[in-house]
T-cell receptor, first 114, second 111 residues
Framework: EAQVTQNPRYLITVTGKKLTVTCSQNMNHEYMSWYRQDPGLGLRQIYYSMNVEVTDKGDVPEGYKVSRKEKRNFPLILESPSPNQTSLYFC?????????????FGSGTRLTVV | RKEVEQDPGPFNVPEGATVAFNCTYSNSASQSFFWYRQDCRKEPKLLMSVYSSGNEDGRFTAQLNRASQYISLLIRDSKLSDSATYLCVVNIPGGSYIPTFGRGTSLIVHP
């Protein structure tokens, strides 16, 4: 089944404890992206990747890191999480960035930082 | 002015009603447009792309008005299961096309 898989689905952590949210897609998509969704603010892009080893900042990159060493994986790293990073996170992928394609989203990761 | 704007609603309609949402965008060079559906606490799912000529999929019709810079989604014969938040997405041109999401319009279909 074609899908984007995120893990974990739920995570409660403490301020300052490094964490990684994994994202993997099995559709050979070039484009991958991370979003956070907060009430009243909608979906905001954190980072995106056009292809392997090509990443760029979205609208709200502060406090996050990403890497794209393989085409299928695009992990989101929070080196020192803070309470304002409590949010619902989605990973998404698309065949290409420069074409008229929609996006497939993962099921989301609900992160709470205390 | 926000790049992509939607009326947050909620739109509260009875079963069987016809309901329409609009989504305005500010960048006239925008390409590719989409409607997504998002159920509470779930991931957005692609509902339909929006083509210049308009497109229809069953009870759903999407249209693009480039002159006025908006896209629309029409739902006919609303079902209870249509209750969700509908997000519009506009690809804003840049180095690549950056997908920009509206904040969503909430639809509640009641018996």
């Amino acid at each position: 089944e074609a899908q984007v898989t995120q893990n974990p689905r739920y995570l409660i952590t403490v301020t300052g404890k490094k964490l990684t949210v994994t994202c993997s897609q099995n559709m050979n998509h070039e484009y991958m992206s991370w979003y956070r969704q907060d009430p009243g603010l909608g979906l905001r892009q954190i980072y995106y990747s056009m292809n392997v080893e090509v990443t760029d900042k979205g609208d709200v990159p502060e406090g996050y890191k990403v890497s794209r060493k393989e085409k299928r994986n695009f992990p989101l790293i929070l080196e020192s999480p803070s309470p304002n990073q409590t949010s619902l996170y989605f990973c998404a992928s698309s065949p290409y960035a420069r074409a008229n394609y929609g996006y497939t989203f993962g099921s989301g990761t609900r992160l709470t930082v205390v | 002015r926000k790049e992509v704007e939607q009326d947050p609603g909620p739109f509260n309609v009875p079963e069987g009603a016809t309901v329409a949402f609009n989504c305005t965008y500010s960048n006239s060079a925008s390409q590719s447009f989409f409607w997504y559906r998002q159920d509470c606490r779930k991931e957005p799912k692609l509902l339909m792309s929006v083509y210049s000529s308009g497109n229809e999929d069953g009870r759903f019709t999407a249209q693009l008005n480039r002159a006025s810079q908006y896209i629309s989604l029409l739902i006919r014969d609303s079902k209870l299961s249509d209750s969700a938040t509908y997000l519009c997405v506009v690809n804003i041109p840049g180095g690549s096309y950056i997908p920009t999401f509206g904040r969503g319009t909430s639809l509640i279909v009641h018996p």
